[in-house]
């Protein structure tokens, strides 16, 4: 690919972001966004089929850091629980994502939780949470499996509790607050729940 033209994408992902994160994806246009890009919406349409493909493609780095994140945990965790090093559900929590995942990708995130209205990620928090729900569900019962004491807890407890703690854990990026805050924030988040989960279950 030309490097002219892998710059020209570049610009455009970048004033798509700016654009976005202005207005939201229904009331941004194309027209402002290659007008931003400093090229024609013709010439956008080089680099995205529509809006839509447009904002995806802002988004997924984020989403695909978000993925691996979660593959990661989960192997490492079984990986531990296998080795009889398994530290509790504390050893690597969602916290660590939000360091190493949510601010890394902090305006992209802010897209998806903010700005993604009329898109598939328009409710990307509450899929966050079921996706999460259902994995640490299969999580407990494994957990059990291996041999480890897991306290019972219905699966409506589950929904609320993580529900709570997945919107804490993101409210500093919703609120764009200064990095120095998040991780200020983050340490209060982890103090509280941390010991909630551990005497919930047992784990």
């Not at 531990?80 to 990708?105: C, D, F, H």
């Not at 903010?114 to 509450?126: A, C, N, P, R, V």
């Amino acid at each position: 690919m030309p490097r002219d033209k892998s710059l020209t994408h570049a610009k455009v992902l970048d004033a798509a972001k700016r654009i976005f994160l202005e207005k939201g994806y229904e009331q941004a246009s194309i027209r402002e966004i290659a007008a931003a890009a400093g090229i024609t919406s013709a010439g956008l349409y080089r680099h995205c089929s529509d809006k839509e493909d447009l904002f995806e493609q802002v988004v997924e780095p984020a989403i695909k850091a978000l993925q691996e994140w979660v593959t990661q945990h989960i192997r490492q965790s079984y990986e531990r629980m296998e080795n009889r090093e398994y530290q509790g559900i504390g050893s690597q929590s969602e916290i660590e994502m939000i360091r190493k995942v949510a601010l890394p990708y902090r305006e992209e995130f802010r897209l998806l939780l903010l700005k993604s209205g009329g898109t598939k990620h328009e409710h990307f928090l509450q899929d966050m949470v079921e996706t999460h729900e259902t994995k640490m569900w299969e999580g407990l019962r494994n957990i059990a499996a291996y041999g480890y004491q897991v306290k019972e807890v219905s699966r409506e407890e589950l929904h609320i509790l993580i529900s709570a703690y997945i919107t804490a854990l993101f409210e500093p990026i919703i609120r764009d607050y200064p990095e120095e805050k998040v991780e200020h924030y983050l340490d209060t988040v982890e103090a509280f729940f941390m010991p909630g989960w551990h005497e919930l279950l047992g784990v």
